[in-house]
């Protein structure tokens, strides 16, 4: 594979892992906003903020951590036939798939990035009692599913490269 290919996938995956260990955190950013949400219950002065940053958190967690999920393999896969077959087999078929996976992900990163556009231009906010915008987690969503379409590029390249019986 070319020297800029090589980079790029080392770019990518790079970014998403370290990206992905500072997502993990998040679920102590969860536990706390819960935690203190009990707390003023208990006070009986609920906050109204509580339910929904817990949310907003958790899709943030799923979203910046989901790249990471991808390329270390560890999504969930069922696997009748998957495991008895070659390295190079198992390639084509990743080869293969990973085309559906990246339609997938090119309509949602252009739905997502249009509905941010229109909760920046209109500044959209949740019809509830906090009334929170939501342009910053629209925006994480569309960065999280552009990151998980640019690591599906990355694993359609590894599988090119196993086809050939190559190294990255």
């Known amino acids: 594979m070319p020297g800029w290919i090589r980079a790029y996938v080392r770019f990518v995956e790079?970014?998403?892992?370290?990206?992905?260990?500072?997502?993990?955190?998040?679920?102590?950013?969860?536990?706390?906003?819960?935690?203190?949400s009990s707390l003023t219950k208990i006070l009986h002065i609920p906050a109204l903020?509580?339910?929904?940053?817990?949310?907003?958190?958790?899709?943030?967690?799923?979203?910046?951590?989901?790249?990471w999920t991808l390329q270390g393999d560890t999504n969930v896969r069922m696997d009748l036939l998957y495991s008895r077959w070659s390295p190079k087999g198992q390639a084509w078929?990743?080869?293969?798939?990973v085309f559906a996976l990246m339609f997938y992900l090119g309509i949602m990163v252009y739905s997502a990035f249009d509905s941010t556009v229109y909760a920046f231009e209109y500044n959209e906010r949740n019809p509830t009692a906090w009334r929170p915008y939501?342009?910053?987690?629209?925006?994480?969503i569309t960065f999280g599913f552009a990151l998980?379409?640019?690591?599906?590029?990355?694993?359609?390249?590894?599988?090119i490269a196993t086809i050939r019986g190559e190294e990255i």
């Open 93 to 97: 078929w990743d080869a293969f798939t």
């Open 134 to 140: 939501l342009w910053p987690i629209k925006t994480i």
């Open 49 to 67: 903020w509580t339910l929904e940053m817990a949310q907003f958190t958790l899709v943030a967690y799923y979203m910046l951590g989901a790249p």
């Open 148 to 159: 998980l379409f640019l690591q599906a590029t990355v694993l359609l390249i590894r599988d």
């Open 14 to 36: 790079g970014f998403n892992r370290r990206l992905g260990k500072v997502a993990m955190y998040l679920l102590y950013v969860i536990m706390a906003i819960m935690l203190f």
